[in-house]
């Protein structure tokens, strides 16, 4: 048997799929909770610096959005990890075993989701706050007009047509976040990366040839390759198919 016929054997072991599947499964935990709490946080902050500029309080505010906008997003996701890992305090639900993992996996994984968040969030407020820039002021008088008061405009006239607006900037964003987790592997055994990593440092147990052989680089990085790029191409389908089904859907007729 060849060395690379040995490095594909790697992948047949059902040990190896089960527990590079789990590290598949945590990338999209870790991803989607960094992705709709970054929605969520963004959106407060991107209407925060856009909006509040008027009396002490809200001058205050602005200011707090900018601080954290300009320096979340313009340092090292890298950098916030090892802070989360060192300094951020883990709530008692997350001290204890859960969805297959220790104690201390637990934790990691709680800090890692704190970290991806206060990064991403500062970067999809910039996003979203390009798209509330596009919308015209009419927007706001339209909405007075039909009764709406400040909140009721925000929720559902400004902020539905600036999500529209920065759909494919978003997609972007949400496809560099589940591209980013692979940074975890610096610091816990836990996502795909890491545990691609763990498999590769003990493949001379999984090959059959007592050896690691640069074909089981090869292999094992260009399968996590393979499956990053399936779930990030999928994604992107799957918005993109959304998106033509709205461009379809007939618009109402104006009145005369």
Excluded at 45 to 65: E, M
Aim: with cysteine; net charge positive; charged share 10%.
């Amino acid at each position: 048997m060849s060395n690379v016929e040995a490095s594909f054997s790697i992948l047949q072991n059902p040990n190896v799929l089960l527990y590079i599947g789990k590290g598949i499964l945590f990338t999209l935990i870790i991803s989607v909770i960094a992705v709709l709490s970054g929605i969520l946080i963004g959106s407060v902050l991107a209407l925060v610096r856009n909006y509040c500029t008027k009396g002490l309080a809200g001058k205050l505010f602005h200011a707090l959005a900018v601080i954290y906008i300009e320096v979340f997003r313009n340092t090292p996701l890298l950098l916030w990890i090892f802070i989360c890992l060192v300094f951020c305090p883990v709530p008692r639900s997350f001290s204890h075993k859960m969805f297959g993992l220790t104690s201390v996996e637990t934790k990691l994984l709680f800090k890692a989701a704190v970290a991806l968040i206060l990064f991403t969030s500062s970067v999809i407020a910039e996003i979203i706050r390009g798209g509330l820039n596009g919308i015209a002021k009419g927007q706001f008088e339209a909405a007075h007009a039909q009764g709406f008061n400040i909140v009721q405009t925000f929720v559902y006239v400004i902020l539905p047509q600036a999500y529209r607006s920065v759909m494919p900037t978003l997609l972007s964003q949400v496809t560099s976040t589940i591209k980013d987790s692979s940074y975890l592997a610096n610091v816990a055994v836990i996502e795909l990366m890491a545990r691609v990593k763990q498999v590769l440092s003990s493949a001379n147990q999984y090959n059959g040839t007592g050896n690691i052989h640069v074909s089981d680089v090869f292999v094992l990085f260009g399968f996590a390759a393979l499956i990053y790029f399936i779930i990030n191409y999928t994604l992107s389908c799957v918005v993109r198919g959304m998106q033509k089904r709205q461009k379809r859907q007939p618009r109402p007729v104006k009145a005369d």
